[in-house]
């Protein structure tokens, strides 16, 4: 296959082998070839050199024109109209609902970037100005945040739209001023192509370079493998498994240039039910727990895999309520046929381990997934820490504390996560404060008196958190605050004013924020 400039490259077919695709070319509509085929090591390369080759042109690509190419992939998708979702839904059996609500969060972020780079400050533009006349003189300095290079972003299974081809990672690094090259989710390859295609229609009615965006499919190791090997890209996007995304972790690391890997794995997101409101409230609770459980069928990041409970009258029937929710809930069809087998077989290894049972199984027929309710003393999790590992797909486990102080060895025993959750009374709360600040250290996100799924995309929001539950946990993939995971910060000394980017001219022409000698100032240098 020839590629002559931004394009699709490669081929996969649907999960359910019904359909057959044709990779097209985004400008035309046409088939770029008629025998389709997992992009080979030689078009990752191809793909990667256009990205490198658009990186200068692109990294200097003013706010604005960037801002216009993101809310224009927004409207390219937004016309890609309920095909889009209707064959998305074929391919991953999520329903249209979830899906229309998915392209929204798509393209609302997609704008949310474009906001972020009108109003600049996201480059943390800091200037020092000279003191010609202190002993020894300080030289003029300004630092600013400039973007990194070829960006290599990995789609999700569980966000078809919202984290895979036009997601998340995608719309901060290209807002960061990367180009990338987008591997393509195998589970549904024809809703990416789609969206790639309606990318790369953004990117010619905006005037961006060619090969600002690539799509590359595969459904197996080696292409995402050859994105993550290729010397000329500089970071990657991931969110998935902890198996893969630590594979491509470790092979970043033994690159000659090792480069950044921004992998969101695995986390079970531990919620605390303290007993004042446990009392108050327990049977609202056990409701609400189950609903976040089986929410999208279990399969987000941020369903709860756990929740832990003092010992006590109020705890047993918590728990029996939340078996009785979880039981009577309905199946749901996961994304992959290996998913929902993967389910399973997770449940009965959490089952297996010494200590553990299984206190309530929704019935599901052949094909469905049924929530289900583990339960185990703390002294079992304690010398069984598999029992936090993440089983994607609607089950939980129940660990009963049989004090305070195993409640908090319980809290202290727990890897990094994206999320905690406690609930308690305001007195609860005070009574606890220490199992808050334990938690601090082990999340990237720890909420009060509310359920972790339902991830806000604004600027306040962190979806990340220590290891393993990322490879990094000093950033966030879902936020205003992940396009800095896509840039690296540059010192200008002793340069002329028109010389220096906009963000750090004297004039201030982008009247952004910046540190001028050690305030924050829209205010301009030198008047
Ligand atoms: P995955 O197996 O980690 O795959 C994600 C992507 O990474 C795919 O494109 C895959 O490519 C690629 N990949 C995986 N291992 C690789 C390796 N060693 N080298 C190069 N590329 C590699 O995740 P998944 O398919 O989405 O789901 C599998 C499991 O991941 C789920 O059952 C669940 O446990 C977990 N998961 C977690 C989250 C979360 O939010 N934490 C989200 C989704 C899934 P190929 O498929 O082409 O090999």
Same mark, same amino acid.
């Given at each position: ?6 394009? =699709?490259?490669?081929?996969? *077919? ?5 359909t057959?695709?044709?990779? #097209? ?31 200068p ?5 003013t ?24 064959g998305?839904t074929? &391919?991953?059996?999520?329903?249209a ?8 969060? *798509? ?8 906001? @972020? ?13 000279a ?23 990995? /789609?999700?299974?569980?966000f078809? =739209? ?24 195998p589970?549904?390859p ?9 990318i790369?229609r ?5 005037? #961006?370079?060619e090969?600002?965006?690539s799509?590359?499919?595969g459904?197996?190791?080696? @292409?995402? #493998? ?6 000329? @890209?500089k970071?990657? /996007? ?6 893969g ?7 970043a ?21 303290l007993?004042?409101?446990?009392r108050?409230?327990g ?10 459980? *089986?929410? /999208? ?14 010992? /006590? ?21 996961m ?5 929902l ?12 381990v ?11 027929p ?10 185990a ?5 304690? &010398? ?15 660990? @009963? ?6 409640? #908090? ?10 999320t905690?959750?406690v ?6 709360l ?21 359920f ?28 205003t ?22 963000? =750090?001219?004297?004039?201030?022409p982008l ?8 305030e ?8």
């Open positions: 296959m020839q590629l002559t400039g931004a394009q =699709l490259i490669g081929f996969g *077919t649907s999960r359910q082998g019904t057959t695709f044709t990779g #097209m070319d985004a400008g035309t509509g046409q088939a770029l070839s008629p025998d389709f085929h997992e992009a080979t090591a030689a078009e990752v390369d191809q793909a990667v050199q256009l990205a490198a080759a658009a990186f042109a692109y990294s200097h690509t706010p604005e024109k960037r801002a216009a190419f993101l809310e224009r992939i927004g409207d390219e998708i937004m016309a890609l109209g309920d095909e889009l979702l209707e998305c074929r &391919e991953t059996a999520l329903p609902a979830r899906l229309t609500g998915e392209r929204g969060r *798509t393209v609302g972020q997609l704008k949310l970037f474009a906001a @972020v780079l009108r109003e600049g400050s996201w480059v943390e533009a800091r200037i020092d100005t003191l010609p006349d202190r002993q020894p003189p300080r030289p003029d300095l300004r630092r600013m945040l400039i973007p990194l290079g070829p960006v290599g972003v990995f /789609g999700a299974s569980n078809p =739209l919202a984290f895979s081809v036009a997601g998340g990672d995608t719309a901060s690094a290209l807002a960061a001023g990367c180009p990338v090259v987008f591997k393509g989710h589970a549904h024809a809703t990416s192509e789609r969206v790639a295609a309606a790369i953004a990117a010619r009615a905006t005037g #961006m370079p090969g600002v965006f799509l590359v499919q459904g197996s190791v080696a @292409v995402g #493998m050859a994105l993550v090997e290729h010397p000329l @890209v970071a990657i /996007g991931f969110t998935g498994s902890f198996r995304g630590k594979a491509l972790f470790d092979a690391n033994r690159r000659e240039e090792p480069i950044p890997v921004y992998a969101e794995m695995g986390s079970t997101n531990p919620v605390f039910v007993p004042g409101i446990l108050e409230k049977a609202a609770l056990a409701e609400g727990l189950a609903a976040s459980v *089986t929410l /999208g069928v279990g399969q987000f990041c941020t369903n709860p895999g756990l929740f832990v409970a003092l010992q /006590g009258e109020e705890t047993t029937d918590f728990i029996h309520k939340t078996g009785q929710a979880l039981a009577g809930s309905a199946p749901g069809a994304l992959t046929g290996n998913m087998k993967a389910y399973r077989s997770g449940v009965d290894r959490l089952a297996a010494p200590g553990t049972r299984v206190a309530a199984r929704a019935q599901a052949d094909g469905r997934a049924g929530a289900a309710l583990l339960q003393e703390a002294r079992a999790f304690l &010398e069984h820490p598999e029992l936090a590992e993440e089983v994607f797909g609607p089950s939980t486990v129940a660990v @009963v504390a049989g004090s305070r102080e195993e409640l #908090m060895a319980v809290a202290d025993g727990l890897k990094g996560h994206l905690a959750t609930h308690g009374t305001a007195e609860d005070r009574e606890y404060q220490p199992l808050l600040q334990r938690l601090a250290q082990k999340v990237g996100r720890l909420v009060i008196n509310g972790p799924t339902g991830v806000e995309v604004s600027y306040a929001m962190q979806h990340g958190g220590p290891y393993p539950a990322t490879t990094d946990s000093r950033t966030t993939s879902v936020g605050a992940a396009i800095s995971r896509f840039a690296r910060p540059l010192c200008y000394q002793g340069f002329p004013d028109e010389l220096l980017p906009d963000a =750090l001219k004297n004039a201030n009247n952004v924020w910046r540190m001028v000698n050690g924050w100032t829209k205010g301009k240098v030198g008047s």
